[in-house]
T-cell receptor, first 114, second 118 residues
Framework: EAQVTQNPRYLITVTGKKLTVTCSQN?????MSWYRQDPGLGLRQIYY???????DKGDVPEGYKVSRKEKRNFPLILESPSPNQTSLYFC?????????????FGPGTRLLVL | AQKITQTQPGMFVQEKEAVTLDCTYD???????LFWYKQPSSGEMIFLIY??????QNATEGRYSLNFQKARKSANLVISASQLGDSAMYFC???????????????FGSGTQLTVLP
């Protein structure tokens, strides 16, 4: 089944404790991206990656890191989480051609930083 | 910069009736794509429908259709014959229809919460 998976789905942590949210896709997509969703703000892009070893900042990159060492994986790293990073996080992927390029989303990760 | 505006925070519709969810956008790109996503209470983001800026016909996918008015920069979602399972948050989004090697950032609106009444 073609899908984007994220782990963990739910996470409660404390300020300053490093964490990683994993994202994996099995569709051989070149493009992957991380979004955060906050009430009243819709989804905002954190980081994106055009391909292996190619990453760039989105609209709200502060406090986050990413890496793309393999095509299928795109982990999101919070080196020192803070309460304002409490949010719902989505990973998404798509093809990188000239076509429709619909982005397919993972199930989301709910993060609470105390 | 791109901007998506959804002016209806919440909408109600009677089961089996049609409903239109509004979306207006602003962009300086000549070529772009418009998307609608559904987010049920379980939280996942489900792709519904896509419209390319150069597509002459309005997109349709089953009970979903996109009323695209380029001159007005609007891309309203029409759901026909509403079902109870359509109750969800709906997001309009757009992306530049970039050539290979360019960013594909999706810009989202703030969403419309649709409630279908029995």
């Amino acid at each position: 089944e073609a899908q984007v998976t994220q782990n963990p789905r739910y996470l409660i942590t404390v300020t300053g404790k490093k964490l990683t949210v994993t994202c994996s896709q099995n569709m051989n997509h070149e493009y992957m991206s991380w979004y955060r969703q906050d009430p009243g703000l819709g989804l905002r892009q954190i980081y994106y990656s055009m391909n292996v070893e190619v990453t760039d900042k989105g609209d709200v990159p502060e406090g986050y890191k990413v890496s793309r060492k393999e095509k299928r994986n795109f982990p999101l790293i919070l080196e020192s989480p803070s309460p304002n990073q409490t949010s719902l996080y989505f990973c998404a992927s798509s093809l990188a051609g000239r076509g429709e390029e619909t982005q397919y989303f993972g199930p989301g990760t709910r993060l609470l930083v105390l | 910069a791109q901007k998506i505006t959804q002016t209806q925070p919440g909408m109600f519709v009677q089961e089996k009736e049609a409903v239109t969810l509004d979306c207006t956008y602003d962009t300086s790109d000549q070529s772009y794509g418009l998307f609608w996503y559904k987010q049920p209470s379980s939280g996942e983001m489900i792709f519904l429908i896509y419209q390319g800026s150069y597509d002459e016909q309005n997109a349709t996918e089953g009970r979903y259709s996109l009323n695209f008015q380029k001159a007005r920069k609007s891309a309203n979602l029409v759901i026909s014959a509403s079902q109870l399972g359509d109750s969800a948050m709906y997001f309009c989004a757009m992306s530049p229809r970039a050539s290979s090697g360019s960013a594909r950032q999706l810009t989202f609106g703030s969403g419309t919460q649709l409630t279908v009444l029995p």
